[in-house]
Each structure stands twice: as structure tokens, then as C-alpha cells.
């Protein structure tokens, strides 16, 4: 049932203030409805989806055939109402309200179906052309649950079709019904929840809207809904032992422990059969070739430019891939939410709550969707907060870095206790700076959503989407950096670059002077300082050129100094010049810091 | 408890209930006909007794103990108002003559009255009674797996409050603590969905246990 692409997989995040078209129709929900995964399906686009609140935390449009007509389709965060508690649920209000889409449809976990409801009716309260999506669907059997969906239909006054959103299942129904809709061929009966007069004052979060209109979604849900004893489950099980206090903690403690294992086992392994192969089918190949080259300039261009490939694919790729797969398996579980739970005293030290610890762990992966993520928090000053501490959370790129300088050559050990400092450094922050921070923070209210098996081709599809991104972008700056590098290199240029750094990069943090050159080019990207490295030393040893004190110190202030422009873009973008600016700074001076003090140990 | 006193406890209540949040002092003044400053004088004096907690800018808010006495005084209004209605068929004025026999009406007549009008559950206009052995606390006071029912939350913080009013967290709305952390957060099943709420969240959510 799959829909042929016939445009160009575009897919442009929508910005508000540009003049993207608003989008025909809407996909709008709670969260954790399976939006993404429903806008996946009908654009055959690559939305990332996953099982938390705050997937999706900005607006995508996508286009798709719908007959013969070109449709655009917007995929919104998910909303608990048409209200404004954090970031991401204000951007879904004001497209609705601003862009008016022609038909929304209405994404509805029919598992909670009368929680979700609530929005619905706010929803028919727009009186926009809609249709119910009634997603998970097939779930409702485990749990003893049967809902008459035609039913439901009569009631609301607009057309229900249930769906499951992941395998396909109820798609062509659904499309036939949007269609119908688009053509004017669906009688619509808007359902109106009837406030009355009791109702005094207030705006539209008045607690007695809300509770009249939950107190209607309740009386259709219970008219719709049959509810058998539901059987007791493996799900329920997991859920509890990972939730209560000491095998919750233990399960966090094992979660984390295999990520970084595997990181450092099937990472180095990856790691160490790329360097083969690529010196088996490129690199000796080519050898005879280069050295044909007739002259320097172009000699050097290509002989580093492919240094710098055999770096990327040898050093960072490996660790990329790997955690990647792991973090969109773990995020396919529904396991995330559950650290946020489980952590949320943890956080209260340093002035934040659990719900940071979800952006804070996509800060593992990289810290731009990180940042990003903070929207799900409901106010700036836990945005701002939480930003500043994912900025020193060692992304992939740093973990590649600090695994594979510091772990391949000092030990997994000494690798480890980078990351203690790190983290020890994070934490010390949030404590100090939480307490500086004006403002009153709120607490935690956050969904936990069911658990679910990880969907393989969708894990291996979300990897995908964020590996690809590293080789479009980082690869061409690793072969144009490095070869810039021969070439000033081999003109005699780069010590004269080297030298205004001299005095921090020689004398306060002990480091040759290649390694102050390559710490110019991490600000690009985390992950060239340490390729170039390798590439500059003239070997595949830091050893030969660095001591051990060296290679720690490096590592360190690699981890920690300055976000990557990447990241640098979107925080300017969130949060404005001044404050991205002053994060940036404050992260260069702590990672000198850290770094000299590291030095002299 | 005097007249005076009673009154403040049920309009501080009234409008906790029904928006959900702190009263403000120049609401409880409309509502009681009376000044800005004799509101701060009463609110300090009920604040001494433990009966409400009071922030400059937060506002006026009952505590446990608070809500219990003026769920106490609403109960008397709301049976007087059945009674007037239902066995004396009177219409005009019962609103009026409840509000002054409220006072004055002791416990023990007032469970009589219940006896006799058969438990009623509603007032006539529809609002529920309070029930007469009712345990009030904070959620985070609820034990595990018990079966509680919300009477309002009383958070100063709008973002929180439109939060948990859209999940559902508004007065009447059954709920029940799946699961806790100690002195941490706690998952509770409300509406069929489950939600961690930190501690500093459920102090301000008051519940009836059922």
C-alpha cells in the first residue's frame, strides 16, 4: 500500500515569519498519538518518530498525492489542548489558528481515547472540516477494551476511521475519506460541547470550560467504550519493575552501562575493520596514484583530502551509528519518559525536573535536536537551563573523540573518567547556575507513555536519517578542512597560524602546537579536531607525538569547549544572539580552565 | 468558628473550585462586600489558625484543614437548600435563608437532616455535597492504589495549571497513584492515561480520598 514519491522527498521545517504556504491539511493530536508516524505514511517522508511526548517539537510540511492534486501535509507537535504550557505546543496553536488549514485530521490514541477526546471536542469547536484518525486501534484488544467507531462518529459529526498508523493498516480508508472531505462530499455536524451559562469570566483555560468539556469527553467515551477486565501483561510488569525505586534504579544503571559497552566494544571494532578496509580497497590502491601526481599543490589537496575521508569513516562514523541505534531503540520503548521519572530528584539539585533529562539524553546523540527538544519544557528559563548543560554533554561526535583518543590509547578507564569529569562538571553547573537563574521553574507533569516493542525498520530508518546528516554535512568540511590543512601545512604556513594561540594552547594547557590548530577546526565540528589530529601527527598513533598527560588533557577540552557551529546556529536561533554567545563563551573558559588544571595534575 | 470567618473559608473556596487556583484578595473583597485591607486582616488571622496559606503575589489558599471547614459550612447550605425546596416546596429566598442558617445549624442537626432528606447527593441547582466523613489531603499525601477524587489544584503557576487542567486534573476528576518514588515524584492514573507528577506539583493538588 505504499504511495509512490513522485516529488522530491522535500521536507522543510517550517519557520515562523517565512512564507511557507500553510499546509491543506493538519495532522493534529496529544502527543504520542502517532502524528509523525501517520505523516511518514502519507508523504513517504522521513519524520523522526518515536514513543514520548515531544517527538516532534517543530512543524513539518510534506507534500503528497491525494488523485490528482498535490497536497500539503503538516505534521504539528502534540497538544494537550489548544493552549500554550511550553514551546512546542504554542507553535502547533498558533499554525492552526494562523494557517488555518483546510482539513485537519485529528490523531487519537484510542487506548486513552477519553483523555484524547478532550482535544477533539476543543478541536470541533473550530468547526474546520475534520476526520478522527483512531490510531493503536489494534492495541485495544490486549487491554480488554472495544470501541464503537462508527458510533463515535454519529456522535462527534464527523467521520472516524481507525488506523494503525505504524503498519499501514486503515491508510487507503483514511485517504479516501480526506479526499472526500477535500471534494465537499463529507456532511459535517461539528458536535458543540454546551458551556451554558455557568460559566463566568475567565479566558479559554478556564477551569470550568475544562471541566465541562472533560466531563463531556468522558460521557462519549463511556457511550462508545466497552471495557473488559483487561489481562495482566509482560508490558505491565516491565513497567513496574522499571519504575519502583530499586529496580528502577538498577535497570537505569544496566540501560546505560550496555550503551557505553557497546559503544566502546562494537565502536573500536567498527572502528579498527574501516581502517582496514579502507587501506585495503582505497588507501594502498591509490598510493602509486598520488605519488604520480605531478604537482605539490594538487598532491597535497589529495592525499590529505583522503586522509581526512579515512578519519571520518575510521573514527567517528563507527561510534555514530552505534549509538544511534541504541538511543532510537531505547526511544522506540518508551523508556525515556521512565529516566525522567526516575531522575526527576536528581534533577531537583540542579534547579530542573525530570522532564530536562529527555533533551538532555538526545544531547548524547547531538546537541542540535537537543536543543531543539527543550521546547517540550514549559518555560525559558529551564530551556536556557537545560541548553547550557546539553552544551557540555559529550555529543557522538565528542564521544568518538573522547573513545577514540583517550580510550583507544589510554584505556577504557581513563575514558571513563573524562566522562566522570564531564558529568561531575555538568552537575556542578546546573547546581550553581540553577540557583543564579531568576525565575520559578515547574514541576514535573509528564505522560508515561505504554511501553512498545522497538519497530526495526523504523529504528534503523531514524538512524539513518541522523547518519545522513553527519556524511552530507561533516564529511565534505572533514575533506576540505583537511586538504586546506596540507596545503598551509605544506607551505609553511600553519605555525604562523598556530602562534597567536601559543600562550593557551602551549603554555597553559601543555598541547603541541598541531593540536591548538586542530582545536580552531573542532569549532566547526567536535570531531575534526581530533581526525585532523591524527591527520597532522602524520600518524595513526597519538602516541608517537603526544604524551599521555597530553592526549587526557585534549580530550577534555574538546568535550568541553565550545558548542560546534551547528549547535552555536541553533541556540542563536532559540534564544538570540546575546545568550548563545555568552553560552559559548562560558564553555571556551571552562574547558581552558578544566583543561590547565588537568595539565598540572 | 464565627459567621464572618465561615464566609471567607467558602468564597476562598468557591473560587479555588471553580478556577482551579489561589484566590485573590480583591475577589474574596467582591464576593464579601467588603474592603481590600479587611480581607488581608481576616486572611492573616485565618492564616494563624492553619486554615490558609497566604502569598503576597500567590494569593489566598486553603489548606487540608482549611478546606474542610468550609466544605462543612457548604454541606449545611446545600442540605438547607433541599430541604427548603424539597419538603417545604419553597423557591424564593432559600439561597438567602440557607446562607443565614448555615451558622448557626449544629453538626448533629445537620446529620439529621441528611438522615431525613435520604443522603441527597446533589443541591438543587446541581451542585454536589460534600459528603460528611470526608479525608482531604494533598495528592502526595494519598497512599498508593487509593482511590481519590480532585477538588482543585491550587498552583500559582499558569503553564502547570493549563497543563493539568488539559490532562484532566480538574475538581471532581477521579484519580489514583499508580505508583511513587520516596519523597519523589508519582505516577497517577487519571483518565485512563498515566502521569508523573513531581512532589512539588502534588503538594498543590488537593484530593478527597474515596
Known amino acids: 500500500m505504499k504511495r509512490k514519491p513522485k516529488f522530491s522527498r522535500e521536507i522543510y521545517k517550517h519557520d515562523f515569519g517565512g512564507n511557507v504556504c500553510g499546509a491543506e491539511i493538519a495532522l493534529v493530536g496529544n502527543p504520542n498519538t502517532g502524528?509523525?508516524?501517520?505523516?511518514?505514511?502519507?508523504?513517504?517522508?522521513?519524520?523522526?518518530?518515536?514513543?514520548?511526548?515531544?517527538?516532534?517539537?517543530?512543524?513539518?510540511?510534506?507534500?503528497?498525492?491525494?488523485?490528482?492534486?498535490?497536497?500539503?501535509?503538516?505534521?504539528?507537535?502534540?497538544?494537550?489542548?489548544?493552549?500554550?504550557?511550553?514551546?512546542?505546543?504554542?507553535?502547533?496553536?498558533?499554525?492552526?489558528?494562523?494557517?488555518?488549514?483546510?482539513?485537519?485530521?485529528?490523531?487519537?490514541?484510542?487506548?486513552?481515547?477519553?483523555?484524547?477526546?478532550?482535544?477533539?471536542?476543543?478541536?470541533?469547536?473550530?468547526?474546520?472540516?475534520?476526520?478522527?484518525?483512531?490510531?493503536?486501534?489494534?492495541?485495544?484488544?490486549?487491554?480488554?477494551?472495544?470501541?464503537?467507531?462508527?458510533?463515535?462518529?454519529?456522535?462527534?459529526?464527523?467521520?472516524?476511521?481507525?488506523?494503525?498508523?505504524?503498519?499501514?493498516?486503515?491508510?487507503?480508508?483514511?485517504?479516501?475519506?480526506?479526499?472526500?472531505?477535500?471534494?465537499?462530499n463529507v456532511r459535517f455536524e461539528h458536535y458543540q460541547v454546551k458551556y451554558g451559562e455557568q460559566v463566568e469570566g475567565g479566558g479559554p483555560q478556564d477551569t470550568q470550560i475544562a471541566r465541562m468539556r472533560h466531563g463531556e469527553a468522558a460521557l462519549l467515551a463511556q457511550k462508545v467504550m466497552v471495557r473488559a477486565k483487561a489481562k495482566k501483561s509482560f508490558k505491565d510488569f516491565l513497567?513496574?519493575?522499571?519504575?519502583?525505586?530499586?529496580?528502577?534504579?538498577?535497570?537505569?544503571?544496566?540501560?546505560?552501562?550496555?550503551?557505553?559497552?557497546?559503544?566502546?566494544?562494537?565502536?573500536?571494532?567498527?572502528?579498527?575493520?574501516?581502517?582496514?578496509?579502507?587501506?585495503?580497497?582505497?588507501?594502498?590502491?591509490?598510493?602509486?596514484?598520488?605519488?604520480?601526481?605531478?604537482?605539490?599543490?594538487?598532491?597535497?589537496?589529495?592525499?590529505?583530502?583522503?586522509?581526512?575521508?579515512?578519519?571520518?569513516?575510521?573514527?567517528?562514523?563507527?561510534?555514530?551509528?552505534?549509538?544511534?541505534?541504541?538511543?532510537?531503540?531505547?526511544?522506540?520503548?518508551?523508556?525515556?519518559?521512565?529516566?525522567?521519572?526516575?531522575?526527576d530528584r536528581l534533577m531537583h539539585r540542579m534547579h530542573l525536573h525530570g522532564n530536562a533529562i529527555i533533551p538532555m539524553m538526545l544531547g548524547f546523540g547531538c546537541s542540535?535536536?537537543?536543543?531543539?527538544?527543550?521546547?517540550?519544557?514549559?518555560?525559558?528559563?529551564?530551556?536556557?537551563?537545560?541548553?547550557?548543560?546539553?552544551?557540555?554533554?559529550?555529543?557522538?561526535?565528542?564521544?568518538?573523540?573522547?573513545?577514540?583518543?583517550?580510550?583507544k590509547f589510554l584505556g577504557l578507564g581513563c575514558a571513563l573518567l573524562i566522562y566522570s569529569i564531564v558529568l561531575i562538571l555538568i552537575?556542578?553547573?546546573?547546581?550553581?547556575?540553577?540557583?543564579?537563574?531568576?525565575?520559578?521553574?515547574?514541576?514535573?507533569?509528564?505522560?508515561?507513555?505504554?511501553?512498545?516493542?522497538?519497530?526495526?525498520?523504523?529504528?534503523?530508518?531514524?538512524t539513518w536519517?541522523?547518519?545522513?546528516?553527519?556524511?552530507?554535512?561533516?564529511?565534505?568540511?572533514?575533506?576540505?578542512?583537511?586538504?586546506?590543512?596540507?596545503?598551509?601545512?605544506?607551505?609553511?604556513?600553519?605555525?604562523?597560524?598556530?602562534?597567536?594561540?601559543?600562550?593557551?594552547?602551549?603554555?597553559?594547557?601543555?598541547?603541541?602546537?598541531?593540536?591548538?590548530?586542530?582545536?580552531?577546526?573542532?569549532?566547526?565540528?567536535?570531531?575534526?579536531?581530533?581526525?585532523?589530529?591524527?591527520?597532522?601527527?602524520?600518524?595513526?598513533?597519538?602516541?608517537?607525538?603526544?604524551?599521555?598527560?597530553?592526549?587526557?588533557?585534549?580530550?577534555?577540552?574538546?568535550?568541553?569547549?565550545?558548542?560546534?557551529?551547528?549547535?552555536?546556529?541553533?541556540?542563536?536561533?532559540?534564544?538570540g544572539w546575546k545568550k548563545s554567545l555568552l553560552i559559548a563563551s562560558f564553555t571556551v573558559v571552562l574547558a581552558v580552565l578544566a583543561g590547565g588544571i588537568v595539565a598540572r595534575i | 468558628m464565627n459567621t464572618n470567618k465561615e464566609d471567607y473559608l467558602k468564597a476562598t473556596y468557591k473560587i479555588q473550585s471553580r478556577y482551579n487556583r489561589a484566590a485573590r484578595v480583591s475577589e474574596l473583597a467582591e464576593r464579601l462586600h467588603v474592603s481590600n485591607p479587611s480581607v488581608s486582616e481576616m486572611v492573616r488571622r485565618l492564616e494563624k489558625e492553619d486554615l490558609v496559606t497566604f502569598e503576597r503575589f500567590g494569593g489566598v489558599s486553603l489548606t487540608a484543614l482549611g478546606i474542610k471547614e468550609a466544605r462543612k459550612v457548604i454541606r449545611k447550605h446545600q442540605l438547607l437548600e433541599v430541604f427548603f425546596s424539597r419538603v417545604l416546596k419553597i423557591k424564593k429566598d432559600s439561597h438567602d435563608q440557607a446562607h443565614l442558617m448555615e451558622h448557626v445549624l449544629s453538626d448533629k442537626a445537620t446529620d439529621k437532616l441528611d438522615e431525613m432528606l435520604k443522603n441527597p447527593k446533589v443541591c438543587p441547582d446541581g451542585n454536589p455535597i460534600p459528603e460528611k466523613s470526608s479525608e482531604i489531603m494533598e495528592l502526595c499525601d494519598l497512599p498508593v492504589k487509593v482511590r481519590a477524587e480532585v477538588i482543585f489544584v491550587a498552583t500559582k503557576n499558569k503553564s502547570a495549571l493549563e497543563r493539568l487542567n488539559s490532562l484532566g486534573f480538574v475538581p471532581q476528576a477521579k484519580v489514583r497513584i499508580v505508583r511513587r518514588l520516596n519523597k519523589g515524584p508519582l505516577i497517577i492514573d487519571v483518565k485512563g492515561s498515566e502521569i508523573a507528577l513531581g512532589p512539588d506539583v502534588c503538594a498543590e493538588i488537593f484530593v478527597e480520598k474515596k
Open chain 1, 427 to 462: 552537575f556542578a553547573v546546573g547546581y550553581i547556575l540553577g540557583k543564579l537563574l531568576p525565575g520559578e521553574s515547574t514541576g514535573l507533569i509528564m505522560e508515561m507513555p505504554e511501553y512498545r516493542l522497538p519497530h526495526l525498520s523504523n529504528v534503523w530508518k531514524k
Open chain 1, 35 to 184: 502524528k509523525s508516524c501517520l505523516f511518514n505514511q502519507l508523504t513517504t517522508l522521513d519524520a523522526i518518530v518515536s514513543n514520548y511526548a515531544g517527538t516532534t517539537v517543530d512543524i513539518f510540511e510534506g507534500k503528497t498525492m491525494f488523485g490528482e492534486k498535490i497536497m500539503n501535509v503538516a505534521d504539528l507537535p502534540g497538544i494537550y489542548n489548544l493552549g500554550a504550557a511550553s514551546e512546542d505546543e504554542r507553535v502547533a496553536r498558533d499554525y492552526i489558528v494562523e494557517k488555518k488549514p483546510k482539513v485537519i485530521v485529528n490523531v487519537v490514541d484510542a487506548t486513552i481515547l477519553e483523555r484524547n477526546l478532550y482535544l477533539t471536542l476543543q478541536l470541533l469547536e473550530l468547526k474546520v472540516p475534520m476526520i478522527v484518525a483512531l490510531n493503536f486501534y489494534e492495541e485495544l484488544e490486549d487491554k480488554g477494551i472495544t470501541i464503537d467507531y462508527q458510533a463515535l462518529s454519529m456522535l462527534l459529526g464527523v467521520p472516524v476511521v481507525p488506523i494503525d498508523a505504524l503498519r499501514g493498516a486503515g491508510i487507503p480508508e483514511l485517504v479516501k475519506t480526506i479526499e472526500a472531505a477535500m471534494q465537499g
Open chain 1, 239 to 343: 513497567d513496574r519493575f522499571t519504575t519502583e525505586p530499586f529496580t528502577g534504579t538498577l535497570s537505569l544503571v544496566v540501560v546505560m552501562s550496555v550503551i557505553f559497552a557497546s559503544l566502546f566494544t562494537v565502536g573500536n571494532y567498527l572502528s579498527g575493520l574501516v581502517g582496514k578496509w579502507f587501506d585495503f580497497f582505497v588507501g594502498n590502491p591509490l598510493a602509486p596514484v598520488i605519488s604520480a601526481v605531478p604537482t605539490l599543490f594538487l598532491k597535497t589537496i589529495i592525499s590529505w583530502g583522503l586522509q581526512g575521508i579515512n578519519a571520518g569513516l575510521q573514527i567517528v562514523l563507527p561510534y555514530i551509528l552505534v549509538f544511534y541505534l541504541m538511543l532510537g531503540a531505547l526511544e522506540d520503548t518508551g523508556y525515556l519518559p521512565r529516566m525522567a521519572y526516575l531522575l
Open chain 1, 465 to 575: 536519517i541522523r547518519v545522513k546528516d553527519f556524511i552530507w554535512i561533516a564529511f565534505p568540511m572533514i575533506v576540505i578542512g583537511s586538504s586546506l590543512l596540507g596545503v598551509l601545512k605544506a607551505y609553511g604556513l600553519l605555525a604562523m597560524i598556530a602562534r597567536p594561540f601559543a600562550p593557551v594552547v602551549e603554555g597553559w594547557l601543555m598541547l603541541p602546537a598541531v593540536a591548538g590548530i586542530t582545536l580552531i577546526y573542532g569549532i566547526l565540528r567536535k570531531e575534526m579536531a581530533l581526525e585532523l589530529l591524527f591527520v597532522l601527527g602524520g600518524s595513526a598513533s597519538l602516541l608517537k607525538f603526544m604524551t599521555p598527560q597530553q592526549i587526557f588533557t585534549f580530550t577534555l577540552v574538546v568535550a568541553l569547549y565550545f558548542p560546534c557551529a551547528g549547535t552555536l546556529a541553533v541556540l542563536k536561533h532559540e534564544f
Open chain 1, 368 to 407: 542540535v535536536p537537543a536543543v531543539l527538544a527543550t521546547r517540550i519544557l514549559p518555560n525559558r528559563r529551564d530551556r536556557i537551563l537545560t541548553s547550557v548543560l546539553i552544551c557540555m554533554i559529550p555529543c557522538s561526535a565528542r564521544t568518538a573523540v573522547i573513545l577514540g583518543a583517550t580510550g
